[in-house]
C-alpha cells in the first residue's frame, strides 16, 4: 500500500508542477504585449522615420507609460538629432491623443 501511495505523490506533485510552470508561462505571455502607449509611441517614432527626419537616433526602450529612451548612433556620442527627434515625437504624440 505504501508503494501505491508514493507513486500517486508523485503523479500529484508532477501534476502541481505542471499547472504552475503553464500559469507562469500565462503570466509571462502577457507581459510581452505592448500596451497601448507604447504602441502609440512606437508608431510616432516610425513616422518620425518615415518623413525622414530622424537620423541617427533610435529609440531603445519604451516604458508602458510612453515614455522613451533613445541614444544617438554618432560615433562621439553627441546629442546631434535628438532635439529632432523630440520635436517630431511631439507632433505625432499630440495628433494621436
Keep these: 500500500?505504501?508503494?501505491?501511495?508514493?507513486?500517486?505523490?508523485?503523479?500529484?506533485?508532477?501534476?502541481?508542477?505542471?499547472?504552475?510552470?503553464?500559469?507562469?508561462?500565462?503570466g509571462c505571455t502577457?507581459?510581452?504585449?505592448?500596451?497601448?502607449?507604447?504602441?502609440?509611441?512606437?508608431?510616432?517614432?516610425?513616422?518620425?522615420?518615415?518623413?525622414g527626419r530622424v537620423t541617427n537616433v533610435s529609440i531603445d526602450r519604451v516604458e508602458p507609460d510612453g515614455r522613451w529612451v533613445a541614444t544617438t548612433s554618432s560615433p562621439d556620442r553627441s546629442a546631434y538629432g535628438l532635439r529632432e527627434l523630440e520635436m517630431c515625437m511631439r507632433e505625432h504624440l499630440s495628433q494621436t491623443r
Design 30 to 51: 502577457a507581459t510581452l504585449q505592448n500596451t497601448p502607449q507604447q504602441d502609440r509611441t512606437l508608431a510616432a517614432y516610425d513616422a518620425c522615420r518615415a518623413e
Design 1 to 26: 500500500m505504501i508503494a501505491a501511495f508514493d507513486g500517486r505523490a508523485a503523479r500529484e506533485e508532477t501534476l502541481m508542477a505542471v499547472i504552475l510552470v503553464l500559469v507562469l508561462l500565462t
